[in-house]
C-alpha cells in the first residue's frame, strides 16, 4: 500500500472504451436499470389469472369471440412483462456503448476527462460531484450538469487501483488541496 502512494504521486491516467458490461454495471449503480423480478412475477400472475378466466369463459361459451380476444391480450401482456425490460436494457448499453476512446487523469482534489471524438476536454473539482459510487467491476461518478462519468477499474494502471480509490474519496466532500 505504501508503495502503490510513492508510485502513483502524481496523475493516474487511463485511457479506455465503455464495454456493454461498464454500462450495465454503471446503469444499476446509478438506480436507471433496476433488477424488478418479484415485480415480474406479480404481473405475471395477475396475467395468468386473467388467461386462466378468459380461457374458462371459451370453454363455457365457444361463441363469444371477445374472450378470444382478451386471452390473446393476456397472453400478449405475459410476453410483454419479461421481454420489454430485456430489450430496454439493450438498447440504453447500445446507445452509451459507441467505442469512442475515453481519456481520464485523475488527481488529488480533480478529475480531467478528455473525449477527443466528441470535442470534450473538461477537468471537474470531485468537491463539485457526488460521492463516488462503486462496486467490483467502476467507479462512478456524476459530474456536475447530471452527465455520468464511468471509470473501469480495468483501465487504471497496474497498481493503482488503491491510489484511485483514495483520490475519489474525495468526491462531494470539499479538498484542503482547493481551497490552498
Known amino acids: 500500500m505504501q508503495q502503490d502512494d510513492q508510485i502513483y504521486s502524481g496523475p493516474l491516467r487511463a ?12 446503469l444499476r449503480l446509478s438506480g436507471r436499470l433496476q433488477n424488478r423480478v418479484g415485480l415480474h412475477l406479480f404481473q405475471s400472475a395477475l396475467a395468468v389469472l386473467g388467461l386462466a378466466v378468459f380461457v374458462s369463459s371459451i370453454i363455457a361459451n365457444p361463441g363469444n369471440l371477445l374472450n378470444y380476444f382478451l386471452s390473446g391480450l393476456c397472453l400478449l401482456l405475459l410476453l410483454l412483462i419479461w421481454v420489454y425490460p430485456l430489450f430496454s436494457e439493450k438498447q440504453a448499453v447500445k446507445k452509451t456503448v459507441d467505442g469512442r476512446q475515453i481519456e481520464v487523469e485523475l488527481e488529488p482534489c480533480r478529475i480531467h476527462v478528455c473525449i477527443p471524438e466528441s470535442g470534450m476536454d473538461d477537468t471537474f ?56
Do not use: H, W, Y
Not at 157 to 179: D, Y
Open 125 to 180: 473539482l470531485l468537491s463539485e460531484t457526488s460521492p463516488v459510487r462503486q462496486d467490483n467491476r467502476i467507479f462512478l461518478l456524476e459530474l456536475p450538469g447530471g452527465a455520468m462519468l464511468v471509470l473501469p477499474k480495468r483501465a487504471l494502471p497496474e497498481g493503482s487501483l488503491a491510489a484511485a480509490g483514495e483520490i475519489l474519496k474525495a468526491a462531494g466532500k470539499e479538498c484542503a488541496e482547493e481551497t490552498a
Open 15 to 26: 485511457a479506455f472504451a465503455l464495454t456493454p458490461e461498464d454500462v450495465k454495471a454503471a
